[in-house]
């Protein structure tokens, strides 16, 4: 069989490739969607000299069809649902609920775990590249984007190895520049695109946190 793409730190060394110019950059930062995104991330953090922190959304899966999402939610309230998906699933507003709140719990547990008490960084006229392993249905990139654009910043780039063409092109509209290096017209499953796709661990999030050079912490 052949894959795409190798595993996520090969990944994340192609991207970077195509954002070099914001090497070294004062005003850019680099924030990964946890835990699949963390990887790339760090890849394009370490070849860019950039910081590199967090952004905390959780994707809202049909219950027996967990890959599939119906919507994802952020922080400070942030809730993005796919009505084209409930619609089409007849999914109850009692089953949407109990699964928001489900990662409700989870989202604040990733938050306390990884951040340990650090603020979130201030995003205020800064780049920000955006991280993921893949984009589906984009519900949980869009979660995201509605995230990080209270917090005012000069512009966001979305940065990820796969995503469906008619995804990325909606995106686009929301973004200032959109960086896939795969757009395939249909996409059934981000894991099958990877030879490697191992889950990332909570360990190996903080231990590539760790890793990222302490002058780089973004303040």
């Given at each position: 069989?052949?894959?795409?793409?190798?595993?996520?730190?090969?990944?994340?060394?192609?991207?970077?490739?195509?954002?070099?110019?914001?090497?070294?950059?004062?005003?850019?930062?680099v924030l990964a969607l946890p835990r699949g995104g963390v990887p790339i991330a760090f890849e394009i953090a370490q070849r860019l000299h950039l910081p590199l922190?967090?952004?905390l959304v959780r994707k809202l899966g049909v219950p027996e069809r967990k890959e599939?999402?119906?919507?994802?939610?952020?922080?400070?309230?942030?809730?993005?649902?796919?009505?084209?998906i409930v619609d089409y699933l007849h999914l109850s507003e009692a089953m949407m609920e109990r699964v928001v709140k489900e990662e409700m719990i989870e989202l604040e547990r990733r938050?306390?775990?990884?951040r340990?008490?650090?603020p979130f960084p201030d995003l205020t006229g800064k780049t920000i590249i955006l991280v993921d392993d893949g984009i589906a249905t984009g519900a949980t990139?869009?979660?995201?984007?509605?995230?990080?654009?209270a917090r005012n910043p000069a512009a966001i780039i979305i940065a990820v190895p796969i995503a469906p063409v008619e995804v990325c092109e909606q995106l686009e509209k929301l973004v200032d520049r959109v960086?896939?290096?795969?757009?395939?017209?249909?996409?059934?499953?981000i894991s099958l695109?990877?030879?490697?796709?191992?889950?990332?661990?909570?360990?190996?999030?903080?231990?590539?946190?760790?890793?990222?050079?302490?002058?780089?912490?973004?303040v």
């Open positions: 069989m052949t894959y795409l793409l190798k595993d996520r730190r090969s990944a994340g060394r192609l991207l970077a490739i195509y954002l070099t110019e914001y090497t070294n950059s004062a005003r850019a930062l922190d967090l952004c599939l999402a119906f919507g994802a939610i952020g922080q400070n309230g942030v809730r993005v649902i796919n009505e084209s938050d306390r775990l990884y340990d008490e650090r990139i869009k979660a995201a984007i509605l995230t990080l654009k960086i896939c290096l795969h757009k395939p017209y249909e996409l059934r499953s695109c990877y030879e490697d796709f191992s889950q990332t661990s909570d360990e190996e999030v903080q231990t590539l946190l760790a890793s990222v050079d302490s002058s780089l912490i973004p």
